[in-house]
């Protein structure tokens, strides 16, 4: 079974920083490529940033909003993704989630960690 657990989020002023962390199980994580996203209020669903399964070359990809403010990274002995985000912005309020790259065939999303920033 497929499970997807994303924490770390809160509410934090503009400026600050958070870690968020995916917790995965059910997937052989260290062959999978995997992704970090976001939704915010009355907005789809998109990706911020990507790393690759490659144990050899990691490669990362970010999208324009977040490029120098947040990193990805992977822990593939405790199938954990993480994100940590710099310099937050109020445009980074959203709901933020982990999935494979593309996401998961089967649908399967974990709950989010809501990112609230705000003074």
């Known amino acids: 079974q497929v499970q997807l657990v994303e924490s ?3 509410l934090v002023q503009p400026g600050g920083s ?3 962390s995916c917790e995965t ?4 994580f260290r062959r999978t490529a995997m992704g970090w996203y976001r939704q915010a209020p009355g907005k789809e669903r998109e990706l ?3 790393i690759t399964a490659s144990s050899i070359t990691r ?3 970010y999208a324009d909003s977040v490029k120098g403010r947040f990193t990805v990274s992977r822990d593939d002995a405790k199938n954990t ?4 985000m710099n310099s937050l912005k109020p445009d980074d309020t959203a709901v933020y989630y982990c999935n494979s790259t593309p996401p998961l065939s089967t649908g ?3 709950q989010g960690t809501q990112v609230t920033v705000s003074s």
């Open 8 to 10: 770390g989020g809160g």
């Open 18 to 20: 958070l870690r968020l």
């Open 25 to 28: 199980s059910g997937i052989i």
């Open 48 to 50: 911020v940033a990507t």
């Open 59 to 61: 490669w990362v990809t």
């Open 81 to 84: 993704l993480y994100l940590q």
């Open 108 to 110: 399967i999303w974990g």
